[in-house]
């Protein structure tokens, strides 16, 4: 028998062709075998040693379909959180511009609506004035009363604030003489006008702290004991004041903040003065406790409870 050297199989002596893969078995040599050869392990340690053709085709496509595979998976996982975060990069870029223009769009409103404010009260001023050259010492005090105090404590408008305390002082001048012309008052006989060292209370205070439904914005108190307060509904209201010492414990704000954007915290004073207002339009008294503050501000409390606060307070600025 002839033995096919490359796939082993056995042939015919006669066959000069390898009957199983059509090798020439005289190009690759032959091998007699017999079934009683003692050389079969060395002939399967052979065959064993072989390089097997079907392996050495199949790997490479294996592995080629591997890689492909992982490519795939990789390119899905990509695409995957790739496209989130420039959704996310987008969006965020749009919602900064919006930002911007928003901002910016306030902005410019804000700036309007102020240089509207500050024509709207130069006009108030001006008419003010030429009330007050008219000797309308009542009228001048309406108009400025339509000047909302918090626009008074902007920095940015300092010279409409001085301009309203120049005018208003003007007009708290002539409403004494007025009263002057028209009353005797003997100053120096009746302890209960303002005069020596009470004639600092005579002066023009500015409601500290407004609650709920509360209009009052400015309270003048002239030398002859004439009271003007002034409201921001453009109303106001007229009477007299008489002023005397006065001691004790009285309900008030704690007056630090120079314009309070919230409820200050209550204390208790001593004051120095109580002012009795005897008003003209309703009949009525009230009783106002005058007090030198902390920051070296005269005020004015009438000492009553409201809302978990005082119901008025007044300071001079």
């Not at 453009?234 to 704690?254: M, P």
Request: proline share 3%.
């Amino acid at each position: 028998m002839k033995e096919c050297k490359y796939c082993h199989t056995q042939n015919s002596d006669s066959s000069n062709f390898c009957e199983q893969c059509g090798t020439p078995l005289d190009a690759i040599g032959s091998q007699k075998t017999t079934p009683a050869d003692g050389n079969t392990a060395t002939n399967e340690s052979y065959q064993m040693n072989q390089p097997k053709a079907n392996s050495k085709n199949i790997q490479p496509l294996l592995i080629g379909a591997i890689v492909a595979l992982l490519g795939i998976i990789i390119g899905i996982i990509l695409f995957i959180y790739l496209k989130p975060n420039n959704n996310t990069e987008i969006s965020a870029g749009s919602s900064q511009t919006e930002t911007r223009s928003t901002t910016k769009d306030s902005s410019q409103t804000e700036t309007t609506s102020s240089k509207k404010d500050l024509e709207n009260y130069d006009e108030i001023i001006k008419a003010a004035k030429e009330l007050n050259i008219e000797g309308k010492y009542k009228e001048s005090e309406l108009k400025l009363a339509s000047i909302p105090v918090s626009a008074l404590g902007k920095p940015e408008w300092k010279t409409i604030k001085e301009a309203v305390e120049k005018l208003a002082n003007l007009n708290n001048k002539g409403l004494q003489e007025q009263k002057n012309s028209t009353e005797k008052v003997q100053a120096n006989d009746d302890p209960s006008t303002f005069t020596g060292d009470l004639a600092k209370w005579a002066n023009t205070y500015t409601f500290y702290y407004s609650q709920n439904n509360q209009r009052q914005s400015r309270l003048t108190i002239a030398t002859n004991g004439g009271v003007t307060q002034s409201n921001y509904d453009g109303t106001q209201y007229f009477g007299r004041a008489t002023i005397a010492n006065a001691s004790g414990d009285i309900l008030s704000y704690n007056t630090d903040t120079l314009y309070p954007m919230r409820m200050p915290s209550t204390k208790t004073i001593n004051p120095n003065v109580k002012i009795t207002i005897q008003w003209d339009n309703n009949g009525g008294s009230q009783n106002l406790y005058g007090y030198l503050s902390y920051s070296s501000r005269l005020a004015l409390t009438d000492g009553q409870n409201k809302g978990g606060g005082v119901n008025e307070v007044w300071i001079t600025y």
